[in-house]
Structure formats: C-alpha cells, structure tokens
C-alpha cells in the first residue's frame, strides 16, 4: 500500500485529476497545459523546436546524455496533452535514461482523428533514421494513449518491413479502445482520473469511421510477434490496469521480451508528479531498462 505521505500528496491532486476530463476540449486542452506552470525543468536540461518532417516537435535535451534518443508520444485520450504538459517529466525521463529526447506534438482528435497521430509518430521516427539516428539507439516511449501510439508505431514499422528500435517504454498504456477490460468497472471506484464514461467518449472521437477494436487502435488485438523488447508500468488502482496486464501476457506468449511493474496505490500516469517516490523509483526502473536494451542483456 502506499505510505501516509503518498496518500496526502494523491488527495491533494484529487480535485485537479478528477476534473481532468471536465469541460469543452478547447478548455480541457489549456488546463491540461496549465498544469505544468507548477513545476520546472531540471537546470541543466534544454529545450529546441524543431519541425521533424513536417510534424512540431522538441529536443528535451542533457548535457550528460549518451547517443540513445527517446521518441516521446505524450498522453491525452488521443485529444489532449502536448509537448508543453508533459515537458517536465520528459525532462526527468532524459536524465533518468541517459538519452535525449524527440518530443513530438502529433495531431490531436477530433480535428484529425485516426490515423494522423500514428502517421506523425512514424513520420518522425523516420526524420530521426534519415539524420543518421541508429534505430538500435532509440526507444520510442509514451504514456497512456501515447503509450498504445507507441506499440502501435511498431507494429506499422513491424508490418512495413521498416527497421524497428531498439525497444519502448509504455506508461499506464491505453491498448484497449473497446474498453473491455475488467478493470474499467473493477476499479471505477478508486481511480481519480479516468471513467468508463471519457473512454468511451474519446475512443470514439480517435477512431472516427473506423472500428476501436483494429489493431492500430487497440494493439491488444494486434499479431505481436516480432516486437523488440517492451516495459510497461501501470498502477494498481487505475482502469486501464487490465490493458496493460492483458498486453503483457499476450507479448509473453507471442515471444516478446515484456516487463510489466503494476506500482501499488498509484493511479494513471503517476509518474507526471515529481514529489511522489513512486515516480522517481518508476522512472529509475526505465532508465534501468534502456540500459540494459542498448547493451543487449534483456531478457
């Protein structure tokens, strides 16, 4: 269970997760960017634009960083988020992995719903092979439905006989758009940020005129075999629990090297909050992980 502290510091945000999904998703999208006035970059971290092919995108950059290069797919029911909201933690993943970090602010639903953010993920990936990045050296990473963004990203390079990186790391991952998964009416009662409700509601605006359940959506439903090795975190008490813990038996027996922490007491990507141990430790467990995909020991 989580400690007293961690408990106070949830209840605190529990006004400000709950209201997550309240309002137009104009007014959703600006306090989703609101919320990163609270906190600030480490030092010695820097940010650049940069257009990568086309799609608006940002260097997270460290002067102790290595060759490795994160491709970072931010969160927000496919609608929501943007390089701007997820900046700070980015900047703590660079440092955490020892890689510098490709942002990229894909287009958002309802203005352009599936498939723009896969075809701006993998636009940018191959704007990151065409300067010379080795694929061997990238993990492509995100958290919730950039978390599915990124499996799915590798399933179209998987499907276009296109060179695969090296692996990716999935935060609280939305795998699912059917929403079928136990958890989203086991845990209705204990997760402060999603509803079966917004789930539903956003899938919709994401997939458009076409099915939630294609693998490209939902990658729960893809083939997975052939996909470099995977890490997923989750928490214990958030909805989306059982796309996460579906996904890791599902790549288990297509032979995928998968890692799934499922974090105790925690809720949907809590690993945007820096004062919690929970996320610190979760973010030293990545940077562990990309260790040990570039030297070739996973497994």
Not at 53 to 59: H, L, N, R, S
Not at 124 to 135: I, M, N, V
Not at 160 to 186: H, N
Not at 222 to 238: C, F, K, V, W
């Amino acid at each position: 269970m989580a400690d007293r502290v961690t408990n106070l510091i949830i209840n605190m945000l529990r006004p400000m997760l709950s209201g997550m999904f309240k309002g137009t998703i104009a007014e959703q999208r600006a306090r989703m960017d609101r919320s990163a006035r609270f906190f600030r970059l480490p030092a010695d971290v820097k940010t650049r634009r940069v257009a990568a092919d086309g799609v608006a995108a940002e260097w997270i950059e460290s002067p102790g960083a290595g060759e490795g290069v994160l491709l970072y797919l931010h969160g927000g029911a496919y609608a929501l988020g943007s390089v701007s909201s997820h900046r700070e933690m980015i900047a703590r993943l660079v440092k955490a992995s020892g890689c510098n970090a490709l942002a990229i602010n894909y287009r958002l639903a309802p203005e352009a719903p599936y498939p723009a953010a896969l075809e701006d993920s993998l636009k940018a990936y191959a704007w990151l092979l065409a300067g010379e990045q080795d694929p061997a050296r990238i993990i492509v990473a995100g958290d919730s439905a950039g978390g599915g963004l990124a499996i799915a990203t590798l399933l179209a390079l998987r499907d276009e006989g296109k060179p695969l990186p090296a692996g990716a790391v999935c935060f609280s991952p939305w795998l699912d758009l059917t929403a079928s998964g136990d958890s989203v009416t086991r845990n209705a009662g204990v997760d402060p940020v999603l509803t079966a409700r917004v789930l539903r509601e956003y899938a919709a605006l994401y997939a458009g005129s076409h099915s939630t359940s294609e693998p490209l959506i939902s990658p729960l439903f893809a083939d997975l075999t052939g996909l470099p090795p995977l890490y997923l975190q989750a928490g214990s008490h958030e909805i989306l629990l059982d796309d996460a813990a579906r996904f890791y038996r599902k790549a288990q027996q297509a032979g995928v090297d998968t890692r799934l922490d499922v974090w105790d007491g925690m809720f949907h990507v809590f690993q945007l909050i820096p004062m919690l141990p929970q996320s610190k430790a979760a973010l030293k467990s990545v940077g562990e992980f990309v260790t040990s995909v570039f030297s070739g020991k996973t497994g």
